[in-house]
């Protein structure tokens, strides 16, 4: 290829020749507008550029958005431009460069918003996401009142379905979680325990607190980075999809069809994992009780049995249906409120995570508060 | 480098996914400076065509060669290499959401040019003001119309000056004054830009007006049917599922309908 050459002659005191020869393209790194501009600043007195391109081998945009700067420049300096000879192709791209056919909207800059404002705009923000979610959880009653009723319009496969995914596909992950919580929780006990010859103690420490607090949180957290999630994604995907408007617009209310199946199946299922991961958790610290503390295996559940009460175990799967319903509520209500792009659906996912996290959380010391209170 | 040779020679491709069949034995050639229309049925498996001539799903058999060089058997650095000089407009445009227009645009220049910001900045502006959208560059693909988002995307497919053009069914979702637009910037496209375009289509309006060369695949043989220049197809052929499909299932070509498709094809 030859090298893209940009040469000037001064043919006239008042008029400048510019000749483009060589082969311009984006490869041989062509030369740029501003060049010309700097030969124009040392010869004030010119009025007129002669552009000749006769001697081009090839081109590509570069040549194009050279003309365009040269053209831009000359204007700016009040200097008249005489293109000779351009490729065909090169004038007619040039035509519809400059033919613009939507009306020139610039997309007006952010102004800098003071703090204040800025203050007072995520309180309120703030109070309308409160809004929102009242809103989204009154259409939950009102489809669950429908529900009680009968005429709730959901499928029996689709609340199966979600039933299989969040329950049985879940059991390996809560498996191994809560066996290793078991095993943690008995090996820090042990510890301490060893010091004051109580080791017996560690059934009763594991047992607790896995059954009370434990199992239903953890189950609760896997829950919601695995469903919680999904819904979240799927939801949002359909929305994007304009899925959930096809549902609207044939009279099937979204709430019933799409959140309903998703809450019953979390609703019921988590109280079932928590129950499963209370016995993993047990399963942990007898392991460690057993190589690590001389307990026998017959010692560490009669120990257990005695210290767990049958109160706790209802507390746990209380906690657990209620963290259940957040998560779903929360997935669900992500994925409903989601905006229409692939970036919207990942922020959607997002959000339900954190939202479910923080609610069961919070929803955990309520809970804990109110059992304090009622002494249960 | 001359219009009129060779360009990109298909050779009896065969595509499949798994055990199924879709496409079986395809040969043509598409010569430099074509627009080259691959027309069928929906379900026909044009699309997958399209797929399997620009690097996404290899063939079960046959070739697809670009200047005598075959895309499926070359290493990888070079079938990049070969990749970079199409452009694809996608069906549904396939901007990325996340970044705004002139990064859409910006986003091949900056991975495979050694262009400074400045010089990407001014490609990325002649891009969109070719397709009529200067001033929209800080827009994000949510904020503008689907017509827009289309033209954005062929921008898009302009930006490293592509040999090839492809286009997956270039007015699917337009208004027919849209449409027409952009028939008519694909033709000024491809005759100042001196390249080869392949637009796989059913607009009947569009394959009249742009195209000057076409295969017919067929959705029941899964092959080419009928070849050559769409024009001529509606008058010379003999097969009569191409003249369904080029008279919009009337079957017959009388002598008034022949000569309208055939004005509203010829350029003025």
Redesign the interface.
Same mark, same amino acid.
């Given at each position: 290829m030859d090298p893209a050459v940009l040469a000037f002659a001064q043919t006239d005191p008042d008029a400048l020749a510019v000749i483009l020869s060589g082969d311009w393209r984006r490869a041989n790194s062509p030369p740029e507008a501003g060049a010309v501009e700097e030969r124009l600043a040392n010869s004030p007195q010119v009025r007129r550029i002669v552009l000749s391109t006769e001697n081009l081998t090839g081109w590509d945009s570069m040549l194009l958005t050279f003309l365009i700067g040269v053209r831009s420049l000359a204007s700016r300096n009040n200097v008249t431009v005489h293109e000779m000879n351009l490729p065909e192709g090169v004038k007619r791209l040039l035509a519809l460069a400059s033919a613009t056919r939507e009306r020139t909207l610039v997309k007006p800059t952010a102004p800098r918003v003071p703090i204040v404002e800025r203050v007072g705009e995520s309180a309120l923000a703030f109070w309308r996401s409160l809004l929102e979610t009242t809103d989204f959880l009154g259409h939950i009653l009102v489809a669950l009142v429908r529900l009680v009723r009968g005429t709730a319009a959901f499928r029996r496969s689709d609340l199966l379905l979600v039933v299989q995914q969040c329950g049985a596909q879940a059991l390996p992950i809560v498996s191994l979680i809560s066996v290793l919580i078991g095993l943690i929780l008995a090996f820090i006990a042990a510890i301490q325990l060893k010091l004051f010859g109580a080791e017996i103690y560690v059934a009763g420490i594991v047992g607790i607190g896995m059954v009370r607090a434990l199992a239903p949180i953890m189950t609760a957290i896997i829950l919601a980075g695995r469903t919680g999630a999904s819904f979240a994604a799927q939801l949002g995907t359909m929305q994007v999809n304009e899925e959930i408007d096809a549902l609207r617009t044939l009279g099937i209310s979204p709430m019933e069809f799409l959140v309903l199946p998703r809450m019953l199946a979390l609703f019921l299922m988590m109280p079932l994992l928590c129950l499963y991961a209370d016995l993993m958790g047990v399963l942990g610290g007898l392991a460690i009780g057993a190589s690590m503390l001389d307990l026998t295996v017959m010692q560490y559940c009669t120990q257990t049995r005695e210290s767990v009460q049958l109160n706790d175990v209802w507390v746990g799967l209380v906690s657990a249906a209620v963290f259940g319903v957040l998560v779903a509520v929360s997935g669900c209500m992500r994925g409903m409120q989601c905006g229409r792009s692939a970036a919207a659906v990942g922020d959607a996912t997002t959000s339900a995570v954190v939202t479910s996290i923080v609610s069961i959380v919070v929803a955990m010391a309520v809970i804990t508060a109110v059992c304090h209170v009622l002494t249960v | 480098m001359n219009p009129g040779e060779p360009h990109v020679t298909v050779q009896d491709l065969t595509v499949a996914y798994g055990d199924t069949v879709i496409l079986r034995d395809l040969t043509f050639t598409i010569n430099r400076g074509d627009i080259f229309i691959i027309m069928g049925a929906s379900g026909g498996g044009k699309s997958t065509l399209l797929r399997s001539m620009v690097g996404l799903l290899p063939p079960a058999a046959g070739q697809v060669l670009y200047d005598g060089l075959s895309l499926w058997s070359m290493d990888p650095e070079e079938q990049s290499r070969v990749l970079r000089r199409f452009g694809i407009l996608y069906q549904s445009g396939a901007l990325?959401?996340?970044l705004t227009l002139a990064e859409n645009i910006a986003l091949p220049l900056e991975q495979y +040019? +050694?262009?400074i910001p400045r010089?990407i900045k *001014?490609?990325v502006c =002649?891009?969109l003001?070719?397709v009529?959208?200067?001033?929209?560059e800080?827009?994000?693909?949510?904020e503008i119309s689907g017509g827009?988002r289309k033209r954005a995307a062929l921008a898009r497919a302009?930006a490293l000056?592509p040999d090839v053009l492809f286009f997956d069914e270039p007015s699917a979702g337009l208004d027919p004054i849209s449409a027409h637009?952009l028939d008519e910037?694909i033709l000024?496209l491809r *005759?100042? =830009?001196?390249a080869t375009v392949v637009v796989v289509t059913h607009e009947l309006a569009s394959i009249f007006a742009i195209g000057n060369n076409s295969v017919f695949i067929d959705a029941d043989t899964r092959t080419i049917t009928a070849a050559g220049d769409p024009r001529t197809l509606l008058t010379d052929s003999r097969d009569p599922k191409v003249i369904s499909f080029l008279t919009r299932g009337a079957g017959i070509v009388d002598k008034a309908q022949k000569r309208t498709s055939l004005d509203r094809g010829a350029r003025p």
């Open positions: - | 990325w959401s996340s +040019t +050694t262009l010089q *001014d490609l =002649l891009k003001s070719l009529g959208l200067s001033g929209f800080d827009y994000f693909p949510s827009m302009m000056d637009l910037l000024e *005759d100042s =830009l001196r």
